[in-house]
């Protein structure tokens, strides 16, 4: 399998559940990144690493929680979300992640949270 | 902080036919990078091309073309002979060229929804 997965890639969740979402990417990259797509605005970004170390993290509430375990896995866990919480949720990954450096996206997962 | 603007929500382009999608940014920088991402309707976003800002000519990939005006701040797609497969949302993002954790973000613009008749 290549490039970047995403799973699951629908997740319907109350509020008061916790879930996690996972990406895995096959590209040999140093960088993963979480961002956060709502309808009519712009793709959020939520959480850098780069060689497994958190190096941006965009004010992102807590009940967010991400966790790298290595430098093909990303996880997002998720607690006590809102409804708001509802998107798309994308990952992706990249070299290095500076300068001219392509961003590779995994399909997403559709979170629905009621 | 950098801000990506694309003014035009939706677009419609006969197949075969050249369309432009615009995009501005706003920046105080001299050195960063200008990138258009490609989103069909199946979700996965992909690299269309990409542009160093000291660079004055202007990429080209294919079809794929952009208008660079450094000081009108300006980064045109231009999509020449259009095909079905086109069809997508296109986002226009912005990264500085800075060091530090400021290099690692993309600040993507709201998006162009092309739609490509047949």
């Known amino acids: 399998e290549t490039g970047v997965t995403q799973t699951p890639r629908h997740l319907v969740m109350g509020m008061t559940n916790k879930k996690s979402l996972k990406c895995e990417q096959h590209?040999?990259?140093?960088?993963m990144y979480w961002y956060k797509q709502s309808a009519k605005k712009p793709l959020e970004l939520m959480f850098v690493?780069?060689?497994?170390?958190?190096?941006e993290n965009n004010s992102v509430p807590s009940r967010f929680s991400p966790e790298c375990p290595n430098s093909s896995h990303l996880f997002l866990h998720l607690h006590t979300l809102q409804p708001e919480d509802s998107a798309l949720y994308l990952c992706?990954?990249?070299?290095?992640?500076?300068?001219?450096?392509?961003?590779?996206f995994g399909p997403g997962t559709r979170l629905t949270v009621t | 902080a950098q801000t990506v603007t694309q003014s035009q929500p939706e677009m419609s382009v006969q197949e075969a036919e050249t369309v432009t999608l615009s995009c501005t940014y706003d920046?105080?920088?001299?050195?960063?990078?200008l990138f258009w991402y490609k989103q069909p309707p199946s979700r996965q976003m992909i690299l269309v091309i990409r542009?160093?800002?000291?660079?004055?000519q202007n990429a080209t990939e294919n079809r794929f073309s952009v208008n660079f005006q450094k000081a009108a701040k300006s980064f045109s797609l231009k999509i020449s002979d259009s095909q079905l497969g086109d069809a997508a949302m296109y986002f226009c993002?912005?990264?500085?060229?800075?060091?530090?954790?400021?290099?690692?973000?993309?600040?993507f613009g709201k998006g162009t929804l092309l739609t490509v008749n047949p």
């Open positions: 590209l040999g990259h140093n960088a």
């Open positions: 690493y780069s060689l497994e170390e958190r190096v």
């Open positions: 542009q160093e800002a000291y660079k004055q």
């Open positions: 993002a912005y990264r500085s060229g800075l060091g530090g954790g400021s290099n690692y973000k993309l600040t």
């Open positions: 920046t105080s920088e001299s050195d960063y990078y």
């Open positions: 992706a990954s990249s070299q290095d992640g500076k300068g001219r450096d392509e961003q590779y």
